[in-house]
T-cell receptor, first 112, second 115 residues
Framework: ELKVEQNPLFLSMQEGKNYTIYCNYSTTSDRLYWYRQDPGKSLESLFVLLSNGAVKQEGRLMASLDTKARLSTLHITAAVHDLSATYFCAVDGATSGSRLTFGEGTQLTVNP | EAGVAQSPRYKIIEKRQSVAFWCNPISGHATLYWYQQILGQGPKLLIQFQNNGVVDDSQLPKDRFSAERLKGVDSTLKIQPAKLEDSAVYLC?????????????FGEGSRLTVL
């Protein structure tokens, strides 16, 4: 059974600071996704990582994938309040089609 | 492009009652998923359809949950009878698997409260 673990689960940081969220998974996969969820809202796709060494950046967020280590990171640069949300990583463990297993989520709060 | 549509957005029922949720995926998306998200947790897959066939329902509590996808488009998820622990947001998602991405697109969700 595919297991996906994120840490930290809760992160409180000040505006302007940098931090990294980690996502570890238990079985071989080269397809990993990051989603953002605001309170009471659905999941918004942030990044799609499809190969070892993949790196994607959007604004203050950068995601990377190391399939050999079974690890993905989501790096936050110079955080701003608007980044406050819950971030989920999800791993595709299917051999055909897509079947995502989600981590528990990291609840990020950026304080002024 | 229209997104994944779900209804109702909110539903409050008493335990042992029944409830049904409806989902209309993005046009052309052959794969449809129902996820359950309990407060404070990540979404958990309940069932996956490819067109109108079930691909994976291994985590669906079949004694009380059922789902169907007639004609390979809309889908309905039913719970009967509901238990307190079924209180959650039920998310529908769809995907169009291509060579480059298997990204899932989620609806707004249906929030169920069982009293």
């Amino acid at each position: 059974e595919l297991k996906v673990e994120q840490n930290p689960l809760f992160l409180s940081m000040q505006e302007g600071k940098n931090y990294t969220i980690y996502c570890n998974y238990s079985t071989t996969s080269d397809r990993l996704y990051w989603y953002r969820q605001d309170p009471g809202k659905s999941l918004e796709s942030l990044f799609v990582l499809l190969s070892n060494g993949a790196v994607k950046q959007e604004g203050r967020l950068m995601a990377s994938l190391d399939t050999k280590a079974r690890l993905s990171t989501l790096h936050i640069t110079a955080a701003v309040h608007d980044l406050s949300a819950t971030y989920f990583c999800a791993v595709d463990g299917a051999t055909s089609g897509s079947r995502l297993t989600f981590g528990e989520g990291t609840q990020l709060t950026v304080n002024p | 492009e229209a997104g994944v549509a779900q209804s109702p957005r909110y539903k409050i029922i008493e335990k042992r009652q029944s409830v049904a949720f409806w989902c209309n995926p993005i046009s052309g998306h052959a794969t449809l998923y129902w996820y359950q998200q309990i407060l404070g947790q990540g979404p958990k897959l309940l069932i996956q359809f490819q067109n109108n066939g079930v691909v994976d329902d291994s985590q669906l509590p079949k004694d009380r949950f059922s789902a169907e996808r007639l004609k390979g488009v809309d889908s309905t998820l039913k719970i009967q009878p509901a238990k307190l622990e079924d209180s959650a947001v039920y998310l529908c998602a769809s995907s169009l698997r291509t060579v480059n991405t298997g990204e899932l697109f989620f609806g707004e969700g249906s929030r169920l409260t069982v009293l």
